[in-house]
């Protein structure tokens, strides 16, 4: 994979991960903690406590590993893709879309990303759901002061597989989620673009908007069983395992717990997800 690729496409996704980062930590916040009662509320306890910064704890490793994590997910889906269909990116463009093969294709790399992103995403939702004041003479510090500290930490208590908590439920997530990603994104970037011409910039940030916010509202339920697996095991043991954690939040909050977080994930979804494939775009047509 070329270095400028690999550059841009880290330099982007940190662009949209920054952008999203505060909703994405109010996000965590009301799937995993029962003590705000909604956005307005958690945004102000947040603020009062932390600051501003409250909002940006845990952001400072996803900002190293969207470069490993974009460039597995496209990197796996476009050749995926090529197996499928034989045809390159840029032939592709001018040819109506084999949606199967779409489908496919980002669903095997949803699975790939997943395995990677698994540890890193892991550290970011303990890191945001630290709740403590930064460190001052006389308050109890923070369990993790970082996310190195945080991964040495889950490594010596709860061994290298703890690493991976929550690992299943991300894969899961992950796997039909990004399939139906690329879909939206290849769908309606064909539909909105005229016969036999490329697609043009509006085109690419309204087509990634829509993947973004069809492939996480698809995702939420999913995505609060695996923010709740990964902060289990933090104190003791609450779930046997994902059934089991979907069962019993389900029976203690009733159905409406799956879609905790689901504005939020919308409302980051757009902006994050437009950035990402306009740059993703514009980066392939400089570079072939
Ligand atoms: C499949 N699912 C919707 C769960 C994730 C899609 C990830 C897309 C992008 N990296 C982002 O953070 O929005």
Known sequence: MPVEEFVAGWISGAVGLILGHPLDTVKVRLQTQNTYRGIVDCVIKTYRRESVLGFFKGMSFPIGSVAVVNSVLFGTYSNSLLLLSSTSHQARKTQPPNYGHIFVAGSIAGFVQAYCLAPFDLIKVRLQNQTEPRARPGVAPSQYRGPLHCARTILREEGPQGLFRGAWALVLRDTPTLGLY???????????????????????????????????????????????????????????????????????????????????????????????????????????
């Open 182 to 288: 690329f879909l939206t994104y290849e769908g309606l970037s064909w539909w909105l673009t005229s016969d036999s011409k490329e697609p043009g910039s509006a085109t690419m940030l309204v087509a990634g908007g829509f993947a973004g916010i069809i492939s996480w509202t698809t995702a939420t339920p999913l995505d609060v069983v695996k923010a709740r697996m990964q902060m289990d095991g933090l104190k003791q043991r609450e779930y046997r395992g994902l059934l089991d954690c979907m069962v019993s939040s389900a029976r203690q909050e009733g159905p409406g717990v799956f879609f905790k977080g689901l504005t939020l994930n919308s409302a980051r979804a757009f902006p994050v997800n437009a950035v990402t494939f306009f740059s993703y775009e514009h980066l392939l047509r400089l570079l072939s």
